[in-house]
T-cell receptor, first 110, second 115 residues
């Protein structure tokens, strides 16, 4: 019940395209949903985050859409760039810890 | 911008040896965490720590693991008798509080290799 399911496992997008990564959860006690970006050999870096009382949050080219009733949330990367090529993890927060999704390896072709 | 730092960046040890991984959380943060990531897999929660006590730990965090805040700045993870399967990246994180929206900030990680 504390799992966060993430899809797809990998994603290839052309430069300028839209990258969409989806996550789903079961536990309604989760109260905060961050997305992290990770480059090889580096730690996860916060990209954008949302609380469950908000349906959408946009920061620059990055947008989170949140569907509380469906227990799903997604990351949209608009105008994807080769520099966005990284692994993206969704996470869900419950007291004292984050539960991470399995990650999506994004490759943006130049 | 303040950041979480970790040392060493890479630790190689023999099976059965003790290792201590060190972290300096962001200075005004109150909650500290350790996570691990086996190569190519997801980030997994190990332990959270607040007010000099473990707040929560996962099933991975068994008796061979311990955490300590030995002074006002460092936060350590000790593995008493390392096993081959302990080889992973270990990330320290810290957050200012515990409430909704208190983001956890991650360090760059320590790569632990157990031979």
């Amino acid at each position: 019940q504390q799992q966060v399911k993430q899809s797809p496992q990998s994603l290839i997008v052309q430069k300028g395209g839209i990258s969409i990564i989806n996550c789903a959860y079961e536990n309604t006690a989760f109260d905060y949903f961050p997305w992290y970006q990770q480059f090889p050999g580096k730690g996860p870096a916060l990209l954008i985050a949302i609380r469950p009382d908000v349906s959408e949050k946009k920061e620059g080219r990055f947008t989170i859409s949140f569907n509380k009733s469906a227990k799903q949330f997604s990351l949209h990367i608009m105008d994807s760039q080769p520099g966005d090529s990284a692994t993206y993890f969704c996470a869900a927060s419950i007291i004292y810890k984050y539960i991470f999704g399995t990650g999506t390896r994004l490759k943006v072709l130049a | 911008e303040p950041e979480v730092t970790q040392t060493p960046s890479h630790q190689v040890t023999q099976m059965g040896q003790e290792v201590i991984l060190r972290c300096v959380p962001i200075s005004n943060h109150l909650y500290f965490y350790w996570y691990r990531q086996i190569l190519g897999q997801k980030v997994e929660f190990l332990v959270s720590f607040y007010n000099n006590e473990i707040s929560e730990k996962s099933e991975i965090f068994d008796d061979q693991f311990s955490v300590e805040r030995p002074d006002g700045s460092n936060f350590t993870l000790k593995i008493r008798s390392t096993k081959l399967e302990d080889s992973a990246m270990y990330f320290c994180a810290s957050s200012p509080g515990l409430g909704s929206g208190d983001t956890q900030y991650f360090g760059p990680g320590t790569r632990l290799t157990v031979l």
